[in-house]
C-alpha cells in the first residue's frame, strides 16, 4: 500500500499539468502498475497532494464506571493480587462473598459488568496498581545422608495428577539473613492434583518436629494423605520419618540431588503461600512460632476455598521458543470437587464453609496477625551475627537481612 501512495503521488504531479491525451496515459500507466479500477485510480490522482482535514472521532462511553473500577481493585487487593487469568474465574465467588459481607456497594448491573470482566481487560485496568515484590530467601536444604537407599527417587513427571493425595512437601527456613542457632521453619505440603496446601510452622528442623508437623497436616486434610515426595533434605531423610510412612501405609519418594523442578508444585507454593505471607524476618521464639501457626490456620481455609490456581496442560519447545499452556483457573475446592473423591456429607460441609466466608474480614485479620509478627520479630533482641568465613561472605545474605528489617516485609 506504501508503494501505490509513492508511486501515486509522484504521478499526481504529471497528471494535473499534462494535456488531455497525457492524462489518459498517465492513469493507463498507473492502473497496470496498481491493478486500481480506472475510476479509483483516477480519484486517488486527484486527491494526491490535498491536504485532508481529519475530523477527531468522537470517544467511546466508557464501559465501566468508577465503582466498578474501584471494585475491581478491592478484589484484586482481596484476592492478594492475582494476575487477570486467575482474578476473572474467582470474581463470580468472590463479589458476592464482599456484597453480602458489605465490603463492595455495587447495583445488580454493575455486579454482572463485573463479574464478566475479561482477563485481558482486568490486567489494564490493573496495571497502575500492580507492585512487585523483589526479596528472595536463602535455601537451607542440606543432603541427607541417611536411608536414601530405601526411599526410592521419583522425577517431575511421574506423578500421577489426576487422583488427591498425593503431596509435595518442602521447609522454609526463617532465619532472617542469619543462619545461626535454632529459627522456626514452615513446612509447605501442597496436593499436586488439587493444589489443595497446608502449612505448619516448626521450632526447628529436627526430624522429629518435621513427623509431628505431616502428622498435623495429615488430620487437616479434607482427603486421605496417599503420598509424599520431599527433596533430599536431612530434615526429611530420616528414620522417623520413614517409620512414620510405613506405619500409616504412605507412599514415600524423594526427588533428584539438584533438581528443584522435581519438587515445582510445593516450591511455587513457598512463594506465594509463605513468603508474600510472613516475610523474611527472623522468628526463633515460642511466640512467633505460635502466631504462625495461627496465620497459617486462617490463611488455610481462604486459600484452598477462594483463591483460585491455574495448572500447566501443555509445554512445547521449538527451537529457543518455549510454548506454555495452562488450563482455566480453579480453587482446590473446586478441583476437589471435581475429583468426586469426598462423600457428599464432607462436600456439603466445606460448601457451606465456603459460601459463609467473609474474605475481607480474613484478610484484616490475616494482616493484623503478620503485623503483630513482625512487630514482635523487630522490637526482640538481634540474633547473633554469622561467623565471617572471608572478605566474600555472602553478599545475598546480608542483603536479604538489611532489607528484611528496613523494609515491610511482605506484600500486602
Known amino acids: 500500500m506504501g508503494e501505490r501512495r509513492a508511486v501515486t503521488t509522484k504521478m499526481a504531479a504529471s497528471y494535473r499539468r499534462g494535456t488531455r491525451g497525457q492524462k489518459s496515459a498517465i492513469l493507463d500507466q498507473l492502473v497496470e502498475l496498481t491493478g486500481w479500477h480506472r475510476d479509483h485510480a483516477r480519484a486517488r490522482l486527484r486527491a494526491a497532494g490535498q491536504i485532508r482535514v481529519v475530523q477527531a472521532r468522537a470517544p467511546r462511553a466508557p464501559t465501566y464506571g468508577p465503582e466498578v473500577l474501584s471494585a475491581l481493585e478491592r478484589c484484586w487487593l482481596v484476592a492478594r493480587q492475582p494476575a487477570g487469568k486467575r482474578l476473572a474465574p474467582m470474581l463470580s465467588v468472590l463479589v458476592p462473598l464482599l456484597v453480602a459481607e458489605g465490603e463492595l456497594e455495587l447495583s445488580e448491573p454493575e455486579v454482572t459488568l463485573l463479574c464478566q470482566m475479561s482477563p485481558a481487560t482486568i490486567d489494564r485496568r490493573l496495571r497502575g496498581a500492580r507492585v512487585l515484590a523483589e526479596l528472595r530467601g536463602v535455601s537451607h536444604t542440606k543432603p541427607g545422608s541417611l536411608l536414601k537407599t530405601q526411599i526410592s527417587i521419583r522425577t517431575w513427571s511421574e506423578w ?93 519418594t524423594r526427588g533428584r540431588e539438584g533438581n528443584k523442578n522435581d519438587g515445582c508444585h510445593v516450591e511455587q507454593k513457598n512463594w506465594t503461600h509463605v513468603r508474600e505471607l510472613v516475610g523474611y524476618l527472623r522468628y526463633d521464639t515460642g511466640a512467633e512460632l505460635s502466631l504462625l501457626n495461627r496465620i497459617y490456620e486462617v490463611d488455610r481455609t481462604y486459600t484452598n476455598l477462594v483463591l483460585t490456581q491455574q495448572k500447566l496442560v501443555f509445554k512445547e519447545r521449538v527451537g529457543a521458543k518455549v510454548t506454555l499452556r495452562h488450563d482455566a483457573a480453579q480453587s482446590p475446592y473446586e478441583r476437589l470437587v471435581a475429583a468426586d ?58 542483603r536479604v537481612l538489611r532489607e528484611a528489617t528496613t523494609r515491610h516485609s511482605r506484600r500486602v
Do not use: M
Open 341 to 398: 473423591v469426598l462423600s457428599s456429607a464432607r462436600r456439603a460441609a466445606l460448601t457451606r464453609q465456603r459460601n459463609s466466608l467473609k474474605p475481607a474480614a480474613l484478610q484484616r485479620q490475616i494482616r493484623a496477625l503478620c503485623h503483630e509478627l513482625q512487630t514482635l520479630s523487630l522490637t526482640k533482641a538481634p540474633a547473633p551475627p554469622a561467623r565471617s568465613t572471608g572478605p566474600s561472605t555472602s553478599p545475598v545474605r546480608r
Open 160 to 252: 500421577d495428577g489426576a487422583v488427591p493425595g498425593f503431596c509435595e512437601i518442602d521447609l522454609v527456613g526463617h532465619e532472617g539473613g542469619t543462619p545461626k542457632g535454632e529459627f522456626c521453619c514452615t513446612l509447605t505440603v501442597t496436593d499436586v492434583a488439587t493444589g489443595w496446601t497446608v502449612n505448619r510452622a516448626v521450632k526447628n528442623k529436627a526430624a522429629v518436629w518435621v513427623k509431628d508437623a505431616i502428622d498435623h497436616v495429615r488430620r487437616v486434610l479434607p482427603f486421605p494423605l496417599l503420598g509424599i515426595d520431599s527433596d533430599n533434605g536431612s530434615e526429611f531423610i530420616s528414620h522417623h520419618l520413614l517409620a512414620y510412612c510405613e506405619q500409616h501405609k504412605i507412599t514415600f
